[in-house]
């Protein structure tokens, strides 16, 4: 049982590098999020779907790309890495509103 | 103003207290809420769902109060292994909204 599964884990980029990071669930959910996590701040919300082919901007999307191609992936993408970009990154899903969400355990970045 | 607001504590407490948060929220129209649990750079885990009033799972109880517009999460006989910080969240659409998190360390 699977459910939220984020690839990498870890990874360390240069500045102006590119990358993209991967979320998987195979609960058949509807909805997926990619959050951001720093000290302090909370979680911040960087781009959602609500369903296969559609994307959303949330609170903080400049400098991210999203995909859904397929319904169980999630793609987060970083076309020129920046130090601010340094973060816990935090995908989700739900099944639909009013479900809570399922997080993955999350993937720790760090741009030099 | 951010939607989700919550006391960023410390709570300090020793073993066997009881503790209570609370969370205010903005949208009236908020349908459902729901308390997280996580530990130090971890993954927030779901702790409660509320629907309506309330809901209560062991030492955990979670009540809400529409007119008021806030949630709160009782915890009692405090364990050790309930340090960590809670985070109170609302949802009122297609994303859900989070607060910053109160932050519980249980004390032998």
């Known amino acids: 049982n699977a459910g939220v599964t984020q690839t990498p884990k870890f990874r360390v980029l240069k500045t102006g590098q590119s990358m993209t990071l991967l979320c998987a669930q195979d609960m058949n959910h509807e909805y997926m999020y990619w959050y951001r996590q720093d000290p302090g701040m909370g979680l911040r919300l960087i781009h959602y779907?609500?369903?296969?082919?559609?994307?959303a901007k949330g609170e903080v999307p400049d400098g991210y790309n999203v995909s859904r191609l397929k319904k169980q992936n999630f793609l987060l993408g970083l076309e020129s890495a920046a130090p601010s970009q340094t973060s816990v990154y935090f995908c989700?899903?739900?099944?639909?509103?009013?479900?809570?969400?399922?997080f993955g355990d999350g993937t720790r970045l760090s741009i030099l | 103003r951010k939607e989700v607001e919550q006391d960023p504590g410390p709570f300090n407490v020793p073993e066997g207290a009881t503790v209570a948060f609370n969370c205010t929220y903005s949208n009236s129209a908020s349908q459902s809420f729901f308390w997280y649990r996580q530990d130090c750079r971890k993954e927030p885990k779901l702790l409660m769902s509320?629907?309506?009033s309330g809901n209560e799972d062991g030492r955990f109880t979670a009540q809400l109060n529409r007119a008021s517009q806030y949630i709160s999460l009782l915890i009692r006989d405090s364990k050790l292994s309930d340090s960590a910080t809670y985070l109170c969240?609302?949802?009122?659409?297609?994303?859900?909204?989070f607060g910053k998190g109160t932050s519980l360390l249980v004390t032998p």
């Open positions: 969240v609302s949802n009122s659409g297609y994303a859900l909204n």
């Open positions: 509320v629907y309506s």
């Open positions: 779907s609500v369903g296969e082919g559609t994307t």
């Open positions: 989700a899903s739900r099944e639909d509103s009013p479900q809570p969400q399922h």
